[in-house]
C-alpha cells in the first residue's frame, strides 16, 4: 500500500504570496490531518479533515485554511505569508476502525518564505 | 500551554546501552499515546503506541511505560543501535488530533 504524500516537497515564496500544499492519504483513509513543525515551537496540530467536513482545528490564524476533496485528498491553504511560516508542513491520514487512531505521516512540505 | 513535556532534549547513548525518553501530559481525557521517530529530512514514522488500559507495550527493543496516575508515560530502547540515532517525539491525544512534545535527539555511539 502506498504511503501518504505530499506535493510539492520544496517551495519558496514571498512575504504577502498564498501558497497551497497538497495531500494525498493512504489508500482507504478517510481522516487527514495537517501539522506545522518549526524548530522552536515543534509539531503543532493545524486542522483535521473527515468525510470533507473539517473535524478539528489547531491555534492557528484564519490565513490557515483547508479542504477536502471527495476522495480524500485534501489541500491547506496560507494566505499573506509571514516569514513565520516558513516551516515544514505535515499531512498524516488515519484509517478507521481498530487503527482509527493511528496516524501515519507523510514526508512534509518544506516551505520557505522569503 | 505546552499539552506534553518530554525529556530530555538530547541523549547520548552507546552502543548496546538503554536509551530512556520520558514524557508528560496534562489532559486526564487523553486516551491514546504513540511514539514517533523521525530522521532528517523525512516526515515522523510511528514507532509504538499505548492506550491507558495496560501499563507497559513491548514491540521488539521498543517498550513503553505507562503511568496513569502520574500523568507520565516512557519510551525504552533496549540494546540501542547507531541506526536508531533520530529524533523521537512522544504524543498524546484523544485520536482526532495528537499534541507532540518537543522532541529528544537521539545519538547513539558506536
Known amino acids: 500500500k502506498a504511503g501518504v504524500t505530499q506535493t510539492p516537497r520544496y517551495l519558496i515564496k514571498t512575504r504577502g504570496q498564498q501558497v497551497t500544499l497538497s495531500c494525498s492519504p493512504i489508500s482507504g483513509h478517510r481522516s487527514v490531518s495537517w501539522y506545522q513543525q518549526t524548530p522552536g515551537q515543534g509539531l503543532q496540530f493545524l486542522f483535521e479533515y473527515f468525510s470533507e467536513t473539517q473535524r478539528n482545528k489547531g491555534n492557528f490564524p484564519g490565513r490557515f485554511s483547508g479542504r477536502q476533496f471527495s476522495n480524500s485528498r485534501s489541500e491547506m491553504n496560507v494566505s499573506t505569508l509571514e516569514l513565520g511560516d516558513s516551516a515544514l508542513y505535515l499531512c498524516a491520514s488515519r484509517g478507521a476502525g481498530g487503527g482509527r487512531y493511528e496516524q501515519y505521516f507523510g514526508p512534509g512540505t518544506r516551505l520557505t518564505v522569503t | 500551554q505546552q499539552q506534553v513535556k518530554q525529556s530530555p532534549q538530547s541523549l547520548i547513548v552507546q552502543k548496546g546501552g538503554i536509551s530512556i525518553i520520558n514524557c508528560a501530559y496534562e489532559?486526564?481525557?487523553?486516551?491514546?499515546f504513540p511514539w514517533y521517530q523521525q530522521f532528517p529530512g523525512k516526515g515522523p514514522a510511528l514507532l509504538i503506541a499505548?492506550?491507558?488500559?495496560?501499563s507497559e507495550k513491548k514491540e521488539g527493543r521498543f517498550t513503553i511505560s505507562f503511568n496513569k496516575s502520574a500523568k507520565q508515560f516512557s519510551l525504552h530502547i533496549m540494546d540501542s543501535q547507531p541506526g536508531d540515532s533520530a529524533t523521537y517525539f512522544c504524543a498524546a491525544g484523544t485520536g482526532y488530533a495528537l499534541n507532540f512534545g518537543k522532541g529528544t535527539s537521539l545519538l547513539v555511539t558506536p
Open positions: 489532559n486526564t481525557a487523553f486516551d491514546y
Open positions: 499505548i492506550r491507558p488500559d495496560v
